[in-house]
């Protein structure tokens, strides 16, 4: 069994910063993708960003150049750098962590933490 928790969210005026974090524990193979989606009211859960254990990332079009994703594998942490935040990133974001022996067999959510973009 693996466990996210979740940190960072909050309210954010436009033009600012956030940085989330989330601490994995429990049985984590050393295959394993972590990442970051979110949902908007009204909208399906959507990719941010994603980042391998060997440091791979890929990213949604709307974040790349504002948000930079990466990883503590020490720490079997993930963070979500979230710079020049707009109001349409405002949405709950969700950890998300997927491992396995030889293929991402198990996938695992975090409880969600709220980003909010207004002035």
């Known amino acids: 069994q693996v466990q996210l928790v979740e940190s960072g969210g909050g309210l954010v005026q436009p033009g600012g910063s956030l940085r989330l974090s989330c601490a994995a524990s429990g049985s984590i193979f050393s295959l394993n993708v972590m990442g970051w989606y979110r949902q908007a009211p009204g909208k399906q859960r959507e990719l941010v960003a994603i980042i391998t254990n060997g440091g791979s990332t890929n990213y949604a079009d709307s974040v790349k150049g504002r948000f930079t994703i990466s990883r503590d594998n020490a720490k079997n942490t993930v963070y979500l750098q979230m710079n020049s935040l707009k109001p349409e990133d405002t949405a709950v974001y969700y950890c998300?962590?997927?491992?396995?022996?030889?293929?991402?067999?198990?996938?695992?959510w975090g409880q969600g933490t709220q980003v909010t973009v207004s002035s």
């Open positions: 998300n962590l997927k491992t396995g022996r030889d293929y991402y067999a198990y996938n695992y």
